[in-house]
């Protein structure tokens, strides 16, 4: 890294909502800054929201709506969400049904939501 720059080897950034987070991080010192971590060997951890807006572009909250992201991944996109949208898995754990996640029973291979608690 360059001196002066802070050197934490990575740096996380969690999730929210996907065009919120990008209005506040766009075309900002905050987001060169991250973009200049990855240039340089370093690590930026995301999850969700986050995730995605490290792509070229990002799914909206705007329904069928693509906004553009911050392209950390220039070739890439990024969909956290994509289980339960499109396999139409479980609502409690967005897995698809019979995956064996949650709290799915193994013996009867239903979703943990079909269960009775």
Known sequence: MRSGSPRFPAVYLGGGVTDHLLEALAETPCAEALAQKIRE????????AAAQVAGHAARSI????????LGWLPEGVVEPNSIRRT???CASCSRPPG?????????SRRCCSAQTR
């Open 41 to 48: 060997g370093g690590m930026v951890v995301a999850i969700a």
């Open 62 to 69: 705007a329904p069928g709506s693509l906004i553009p992201g």
């Open 87 to 89: 396999t139409g898995g």
């Open 99 to 107: 995956c064996g996640g949650g709290s799915e029973s193994p013996r």
